[in-house]
Nanobody, 124 residues
Framework: QVQLVESGGGLVPAGGSLRLSCAASGRTFSNYVVGWFRQAPGNEREFVAGISRKGGTPYYVDSVKGRFTISRDNAKNTVYLQMNSLKPEDTAVYYC?????????????????WGQGTRVTVSS
């Protein structure tokens, strides 16, 4: 069992930055790949970024490449999502998710553990 808690959301103007954190507790965190997903009102949950167990090989959806950076610190049981050059279309609730796997998936139903989400609002 892994418990995930996101933080760092808020209201920022377009062009601004936020850093989201996903703090994990429970099982050995380094055994889990982690993904960030987001869900805007009326939309399906969308994969944003994912990172492998040891922190290499990040994956991003095309719409955030070059603007978002995912990283992890297994010593702190935390995964981060640095979001720069934010756009109004990035507005959503952001969730982190974890799965005991050796590869990163962009499919939400692959992930067993989810946080409660943190809201990001980007004003135009």
């Amino acid at each position: 069992q892994v418990q995930l808690v996101e933080s760092g959301g808020g209201l920022v103007p377009a062009g601004g930055s936020l850093r989201l954190s996903c703090a994990a507790s429970g099982r050995t965190f380094s055994n889990y790949v982690v993904g960030w997903f987001r869900q805007a009102p009326g939309n399906e949950r969308e994969f944003v970024a994912g990172i492998s167990r040891k922190g290499g090989t990040p994956y991003y959806v095309d719409s955030v490449k070059g603007r978002f950076t995912i990283s992890r610190d297994n010593a702190k049981n935390t995964v981060y999502l640095q979001m720069n050059s934010l756009k109004p279309e990035d507005t959503a609730v952001y969730y982190c998710a974890a799965q005991a796997s050796s590869y990163v998936s962009s499919l939400a139903n692959v992930y067993s553990y989810w946080g409660q989400g943190t809201r990001v609002t980007v004003s135009s």
